[in-house]
């Protein structure tokens, strides 16, 4: 089993700028991939950012290319996700996702989750 912890969420002003993390635990190495997804209030948990353990290969939602970049620390089991040049639009529930070589933007096709983070930007 996979267990997944996200920390880092907070209040920042429009412009600023937060970094999560996601701390792994259990049989991570068979997880093949990380990912980041989100979800605001009345909307369906979408796609941000992923990232795989072996060749770092990242993907990200269009909505914040250029602005998030998600890396990962193999040897301490941690993902980030810095985010730059936060706005309003960002505001949700940030979740730590693990999956596998099938996972997709599709947030289903993940299989371990963690308990999400707050990230609110003010205007």
């Known amino acids: 089993q996979v267990q997944l912890v996200e920390s880092g969420g907070g209040l920042v002003q429009a412009g600023g700028s937060l970094r999560l993390s996601c701390a792994t635990s259990g049989r991570t190495y068979s997880a093949y991939a990380m990912g980041w997804f989100r979800q605001a209030p009345g909307k369906e948990r979408e796609f941000v950012a992923s990232?795989?353990?072996?060749?770092?290969?990242?993907d990200y939602a269009d909505s914040v290319k250029g602005r998030f970049t998600i890396s990962r620390d193999n040897a301490k089991n941690t993902v980030y996700l810095q985010m730059n040049s936060l706005i309003p639009e960002d505001t949700a529930v940030y979740y730590c996702?693990?999956?596998?070589?099938?996972?997709?933007?599709?947030?289903?096709?993940?299989?371990?989750w963690g308990q999400g983070t707050q990230v609110t930007v003010s205007s």
């Open positions: 990232i795989t353990w072996g060749g770092a290969s990242t």
């Open positions: 996702a693990a999956g596998g070589a099938y996972s997709t933007i599709n947030y289903r096709s993940w299989d371990y």
